[in-house]
T-cell receptor, first 114, second 108 residues
Framework: NAGVTQTPKFQVLKTGQSMTLQCAQD?????MSWYRQDPGMGLRLIHY???????DQGEVPNGYNVSRSTTEDFPLRLLSAAPSQTSVYFC?????????????FGPGTRLTVL | TQLLEQSPQFLSIQEGENLTVYCNSS?????LQWYRQEPGEGPVLLVT?????EVKKLKRLTFQFGDARKDSSLHITAAQPGDTGLYLC????????FGAGTILRVKS
């Protein structure tokens, strides 16, 4: 099992450019989520999905779009990148939303917006 | 404003010392998890505590959930350089909420 994979590992964008961060998991998990990690801020939830075709907003959704067409994939789209979106982005998956369920994280994408 | 406050933010100690990291909130959580993150990698789950007053041990690491399920602590005995990393607590209300983390550096 590869677990949760993310591509790319690093990305530099100019303000206004668009891009898609890819996330895939091979554990047949229903729940997937995107977080951003900034110094001193911890991990903040951007968007999440409880299954194929179902997505919802997290704590900091502005400037980001998601879709979930398959159980395996959960891409994150930046439509018009801004310097405030410079961050490290983590995708995570879990079996369900149960109180003891473990979140499995990908290795992260480090994004810089100039 | 962080829902979960972790302290200290940074800790640098010598190998063999003991340490405690705290995770506090005014909210009641149905469960609380501790994750460890190494540079360039995603967080990895260490433990989940569910019951107020619960204590779990993982080798030299001891985790405690407060009686009121609003706070937790992580105690490391005889720290080793391999314990170096970012320790994150995460409490579940409806969703999982993360603290800002404690950066631990253990010097040999």
């Amino acid at each position: 099992n590869a677990g949760v994979t993310q591509t790319p590992k690093f990305q530099v964008l100019k303000t206004g450019q668009s891009m898609t961060l890819q996330c895939a998991q091979d554990m047949n998990h229903e729940y997937m989520s995107w977080y951003r990690q900034d110094p001193g801020m911890g991990l903040r939830l951007i968007h999440y999905s409880v299954g194929a075709g179902i997505t919802d907003q997290g704590e900091v959704p502005n400037g980001y779009n998601v879709s979930r067409s398959t159980t395996e994939d959960f891409p994150l789209r930046l439509l018009s990148a801004a310097p405030s979106q410079t961050s490290v982005y983590f995708c995570a998956s879990s079996y369900s939303l149960g109180i003891v369920d473990e979140q499995f994280f990908g290795p992260g994408t480090r994004l810089t917006v100039l | 404003t962080q829902l979960l406050e972790q302290s200290p933010q940074f800790l640098s100690i010598q190998e063999g010392e003991n340490l405690t990291v705290y995770c506090n909130s005014s909210s009641v959580f149905s469960s609380l998890q501790w994750y460890r993150q190494e540079p360039g990698e995603g967080p990895v789950l260490l433990v989940t505590v569910v019951t107020g007053g619960e204590v779990k041990k993982l080798k030299r690491l001891t985790f405690q959930f407060g009686d009121a399920r609003k706070d937790s602590s992580l105690h490391i005995t005889a720290a080793q350089p391999g314990d170096t990393g970012l320790y994150l607590c995460a409490g579940r209300v409806d969703k999982l909420v993360f603290g800002a983390g404690t950066i631990l550096r253990v010097k040999s």
